[in-house]
T-cell receptor, first 112, second 115 residues
Framework: EAQVTQNPRYLITVTGKKLTVTCSQN?????MSWYRQDPGLGLRQIYY???????DKGDVPEGYKVSRKEKRNFPLILESPSPNQTSLYFC???????????FGPGTRLTVL | QQQVKQSPQSLIVQKGGISIINCAYE??????FPWYQQFPGKGPALLIA?????SEKKEGRFTISFNKSAKQFSLHIMDSQPGDSATYFC??????????????FGEGTQLTVNP
């Protein structure tokens, strides 16, 4: 089944404790991206990747890191999480940015 | 800086009515405008998309209208059904450009269709 998977689905952590949210797709897509969804603010892009080893900042990259060492994986790293990073996070992939984007199920993160 | 602005934030419609959601964009280089639908607990999914070579695109009960001069586009849902209750996002990007191209979303509209 073609899909984008994210783990974990739910996470409660404390300020400053490094965490990684994994994202994997099995559709051989070149383009992958991370979004955060907050009420009234919609989907805001954090980082995106055009291909392996090619990443770039989105609208809200502060406090986040990404890597794209393999085509299928695009982990999101929070080196020192803060409460303002409490949000719903989505990973997405597509052939290119202007093609249909397939979203993962989301990761609900709470930083205390 | 929100490059795509969406309204209204929430919308309540009676079953059988027409739902209309509007979006405005700033970047004149945008030439690909998709709409995504999100049900509670799920990720967004592509609903319908348009390019500016046409002013309207229809798929079933869903229609995108596009006004290039006004830099606006809208989603119309005809004969709205309770099953259409979801959050709708408009988005925009540059079509055909692989370098630096990315998809920018609006703020979302929570649609409720009452039975």
């Amino acid at each position: 089944e073609a899909q984008v998977t994210q783990n974990p689905r739910y996470l409660i952590t404390v300020t400053g404790k490094k965490l990684t949210v994994t994202c994997s797709q099995n559709m051989n897509h070149e383009y992958m991206s991370w979004y955060r969804q907050d009420p009234g603010l919609g989907l805001r892009q954090i980082y995106y990747s055009m291909n392996v080893e090619v990443t770039d900042k989105g609208d809200v990259p502060e406090g986040y890191k990404v890597s794209r060492k393999e085509k299928r994986n695009f982990p999101l790293i929070l080196e020192s999480p803060s409460p303002n990073q409490t949000s719903l996070y989505f990973c997405a992939s597509g052939l290119v940015a202007y093609a249909e984007q397939f979203f993962g199920p989301g990761t609900r993160l709470t930083v205390l | 800086q929100q490059q795509v602005k969406q309204s209204p934030q929430s919308l309540i419609v009676q079953k059988g009515g027409i739902s209309i959601i509007n979006c405005a964009y700033e970047n004149t280089a945008f030439d690909y405008f998709p709409w995504y639908q999100q049900f509670p607990g799920k990720g967004p999914a592509l609903l319908i998309a348009i390019r500016p070579d046409v002013s309207e695109k229809k798929e079933g009960r869903f229609t995108i209208s596009f006004n290039k001069s006004a830099k606006q586009f809208s989603l119309h849902i005809m004969d709205s059904q309770p099953g259409d209750s979801a959050t709708y996002f408009c988005a925009a990007s540059r079509y055909g450009e692989t370098s630096g191209s990315r998809l920018t979303f609006g703020e979302g509209t929570q649609l409720t269709v009452n039975p």
